[in-house]
């Protein structure tokens, strides 16, 4: 019974996990320790039946099951906590909270790799003999596995995030990463045509700054004379090669290299990384976010009918030079990201878990220049790189 009640429950802390509900997810770890205590209770009770060598098998299948069930509790108790910190520090770079990210962070990594101790443990003791002498639970344990191995799936994500982020955010210093706004209903090789950027700006932990531009604007400042490749100079009979049209490559990280030494030939100002969002990822961001307002267009914007209207101050009145295109995505993705880092009380789990189905649907993806920390997000199979 104690099994199938840490199964349900996992799966229920699970849920309130990625909803950001850390008590309700730790309420539910409780009603799991209560349990656990209950077996150990009936254990001690019995005791007169190991003494005596009745039955020596069962019995330490029996307590090696309860050391298991601890081992899952207080690791699902750790994963829960060390993501709540991950949150804060959210929270803090965001500039929701006023003080540094740095103890939040800490405070992640410590319990995340707690978590990932007695989980991994867990799952050691699950593949071991000793619990086959109790046959009548092996449907239960085996779904308990598949439970476990949900959660350290989250934990190993959310350490691979706490290893990384604070390098990201320049908690010792300052970095600036470019941003890419595609829009993919019009196709190019990395999801869309790069109708709009943001510099996005970090330091000591904090984002600083966030401009986005419209990429032609970015692209009248380059004063070389670059040749296209020559399906861009003949399939779209442009002559120069700029910025909008760097992803032509399909792999993601030559374009983002290609597409940071157009912006630093056109500004002048270097960037530590570059990340591609397209229109499919803002769609999910507002499904969080709710509806954003544009005034300059005296029209409200919503997940529901955000590529119509994409489309449609796309194709409107175009002509060659239009910035309709642009325009529409600029101030579209200027009041998305204004809503999102500089208004409190965001819901940061659920922009998380949007930004993380972005990634694994190649929405979203991420480059950066450091070496060390690409090859990193690499090694952690990272999705969007």
Not at 350 to 364: D, N, Q
């Amino acid at each position: 019974w104690s099994i199938i009640s840490l199964r349900s429950n996992l799966s229920e802390s699970v849920e309130h996990l990625s909803k950001g509900e850390f008590e309700k997810g730790l309420d539910a770890i409780k009603e799991v320790k209560v349990g656990i205590g209950q077996i150990d209770g009936v254990i001690k009770s019995l005791d007169t039946f190991k003494q005596i060598g009745a039955l020596n098998k069962q019995w330490q299948a029996i307590q090696e099951l309860s050391s298991l069930l601890k081992d899952v509790a207080d690791g699902s108790e750790q994963a829960i906590l060390g993501t709540k910190e991950l949150y804060e520090s959210l929270k803090a770079v965001s500039g929701e909270r006023q003080e540094s990210p740095r103890e939040y962070f800490d405070k992640a990594q410590a319990e995340l790799g707690l978590a990932d101790f007695y989980l991994s443990k867990a799952s050691a003791s699950l593949k071991g003999e000793t619990l086959q002498n109790l046959p009548f639970i092996k449907t239960q344990i085996t779904e308990l596995s598949k439970r476990i191995q949900i959660y350290s799936n989250l934990v190993k994500k959310s350490r691979a995030v706490v290893a990384i982020l604070p390098q990201v955010v320049a908690i010792d210093g300052k970095s600036s990463y470019l941003l890419l706004l595609q829009n993919n209903a019009e196709l190019r090789p990395t999801g869309g045509f790069i109708g709009s950027v943001a510099k996005v700006d970090f330091e000591g932990g904090k984002l600083k700054k966030l401009a986005v531009s419209d990429v032609y604007e970015i692209d009248g400042q380059l004063k070389l004379n670059v040749d296209p490749p020559k399906e861009i100079k003949s399939d779209l009979g442009v002559p120069r090669w700029f910025l909008r049209d760097s992803n032509w490559e399909p792999d993601f990280p030559t374009s983002a290299r290609q597409a940071e030494w157009f912006y630093t030939k056109s500004t002048g100002s270097r960037v530590n990384g570059v990340v591609a969002l397209d229109v499919s990822a803002m769609q999910g961001l507002l499904s969080v976010v709710g509806p954003i307002d544009l005034a300059d267009y005296g029209e409200s914007v919503s997940e529901d009918d955000l590529f119509e209207k994409a489309t449609t101050h796309a194709e409107q009145g175009f002509f060659p030079g239009s910035q309709a295109k642009k325009n529409f995505v600029t101030a579209l993705s200027t009041q998305l990201f204004n809503k999102i880092f500089f208004l409190p009380k965001q819901n940061w789990p659920a922009i998380v878990e949007s930004l993380g189905k972005s990634f694994s649907g190649k929405h979203l993806m991420i480059y950066l220049s450091d070496p060390k920390l690409f090859s990193y997000l690499i090694v952690q199979n990272w999705p969007g790189v």
